[in-house]
C-alpha cells in the first residue's frame, strides 16, 4: 500500500501562485491530483507517470498548472498559477498503479487532502 500525505495548501489572493507537494512512498506508477468542492464530483487537475512518459492535465486547469515529480525523494509538486475564486477546492493528491492517468476511480491510496483558499 501506498502512503500519500500532501501539504502546501493555504489561502492565496486571486491571480497569486501556490505549490503544493505531495509525499507517496510504496510503489506505484502514476501521481496525480484532483480537487473537489462539496456537493461536486472529484475532477482532475493533473497527472504524472514515475517513468517518464509526460505529464497529463485535466480541462479545469490546463494553461495554469505544472506537475513535476522528485522520484529520488518519493516527492510530488502541483504548482498552481493565476489563481481564481473558482479554484477554491480541497485537493487531493493519490498514488498507484494505473492505466488512465486522469481517473481517479484508477487510483487505490489518497492522501487527507489540503485545502487551497482563493479571495478576492
Known amino acids: 500500500e501506498v502512503h500519500v500525505a500532501e501539504s502546501g495548501g493555504g489561502s492565496v489572493q486571486v491571480g497569486g501562485s501556490l505549490q503544493l507537494s505531495c509525499s507517496a512512498s510504496g510503489g506505484y506508477n502514476c501521481m496525480a491530483w484532483f480537487r473537489q468542492t462539496p456537493g461536486k464530483e472529484r475532477e482532475a487537475v493533473a497527472s504524472?507517470?514515475?517513468?517518464?512518459?509526460?505529464?497529463f492535465y485535466g480541462d479545469s486547469m490546463k494553461g495554469r498548472v505544472t506537475i513535476a515529480l522528485d522520484n529520488g525523494k518519493n516527492k510530488g509538486y502541483l504548482n498552481l498559477f493565476r489563481l481564481k475564486p473558482e479554484d477554491t477546492a480541497m485537493y487531493y493528491c493519490?498514488?498507484?498503479?494505473?492505466?488512465?492517468?486522469?481517473?481517479?476511480?484508477?487510483?487505490?491510496?489518497w492522501g487527507q487532502g489540503t485545502q487551497v483558499t482563493v479571495s478576492s
Open positions: 493519490a498514488a498507484g498503479y494505473v492505466t488512465r492517468p486522469l481517473s481517479p476511480d484508477e487510483y487505490k491510496s
Open positions: 504524472i507517470w514515475t517513468g517518464g512518459g509526460g505529464e
